[in-house]
């Protein structure tokens, strides 16, 4: 009798994962039929999203894709010899030859606003399995037009590139909030034949297209209620982190203070590949999680593992991450 019962909860489980997968299923499946290949199924094209609440805000963060990058020592640690990262990655059970970068835009719903922090890399990276954004969106139950603010950390294309569609604006009842340092530096002419001319395009196709909808912020400023802007610049020279508080609950939009939750927080003088002052940069970091840790209020990091939330604490010589588990659920 107890075999017969545990094969009809097998079946159960099997029967209601077919049932929310179905759709995914049958999509992966036609586009196998097309190509031919009947033995891959990526599932990380299905939209992935997790809610939680802070005080009276809901927080819908969505994976706006991930990727796999080799020899992570040529991206974190760059001062460090390779066998003291790959030594540090061993640590903590994380291959010492690649990594995964995942990317969180988030929308945070006041009641009164549905703001959006960052906007993943659009239409431009879906080609390579990215720019999941729109997808993401509409599983959790929202549209681009339910979207009223479109805040961003910092103008790196994986945090632009979605604010075009098709060519038109992608959440065209928004208003966008920026930092007046970051839109300034990337705006300048003068990165045209530097390495930052990249960037420079960027900027000029997917948000000078916003300029007279954008509201530029500074340290302090405010980019809606309950949600105000500090400089940790950096990373880029005009980076921002938002502070979030609702009925007395805390929460810090980190961005891209820290890109990986090992190598970046447990050695976070350690220099980032992708960090233009790197001497700043760490000394952000520190300050920033310094903050957090003494705090002990969560955080939202960027390319942190998916959903991107947690805590950290002191560490060793930097900090420890702290994945959030059921905290916001009761």
């Not at 291959?95 to 922090?117: C, E, M, Q, R």
Request: charged fraction near 20%; hydrophobic fraction near 40%.
């Amino acid at each position: 009798m107890a075999k017969s019962t545990g094969i009809r909860r097998r079946a159960f489980c099997a029967a209601g994962i077919g049932l929310l997968a179905a759709p995914a299923i049958l999509r992966q499946t036609a586009a196998m039929a097309a190509s031919g290949d009947k033995t891959k199924m990526d599932a990380t094209t299905q939209p992935q999203f997790n809610k939680f609440k802070l005080g009276s805000f809901n927080f819908t963060v969505i994976k706006d894709g991930a990727s796999v990058a080799e020899k992570p020592y040529e991206t974190f640690g760059t001062n460090q010899k390779p066998e003291t990262v790959q030594e540090l990655l061993a640590k903590n059970f994380l291959p010492t030859d690649k990594f995964v970068n995942a990317y969180a835009p988030t929308v945070i719903d006041t009641g009164s606003d549905v703001i959006l922090v960052d906007t993943g890399f659009g239409e431009g990276g879906r080609a390579r399995g990215a720019g999941l954004l729109r997808d993401g969106l509409k599983a959790a139950g929202y549209s681009p037009d339910d979207i009223t603010v479109v805040a961003l950390t910092h103008l790196h294309g994986d945090h632009i590139g979605g604010l075009m569609e098709a060519g038109a604006p992608a959440f065209k009842n928004a208003r966008y909030v920026a930092g007046k340092t970051e839109y300034d530096f990337w705006t300048d002419k003068a990165r045209e034949g530097t390495p930052a001319e990249g960037g420079h395009k960027a900027v000029l196709a997917n948000v000078f297209p916003f300029a007279e909808k954008m509201t530029f912020i500074g340290e302090g400023d405010t980019v809606a209620g309950g949600i105000t802007a500090m400089l940790a610049p950096g990373h880029t020279p005009g980076h921002m982190i938002f502070h979030v508080e609702s009925d007395g609950k805390r929460l810090v939009a980190t961005g891209d203070t820290a890109n990986h939750y090992v190598l970046s927080l447990q050695r976070p003088e350690w220099e980032v590949r992708f960090d233009m002052d790197k001497a700043q940069a760490a000394a952000t970091r520190k300050k920033v999680f310094d903050m957090i840790a003494a705090d002990k209020v969560a955080f939202l990091g960027y390319h942190m593992p998916f959903p991107a939330v947690g805590f950290v604490e002191t560490y060793d010589a930097g900090y420890r991450f702290v994945p959030k588990t059921y905290q916001f659920d009761l």
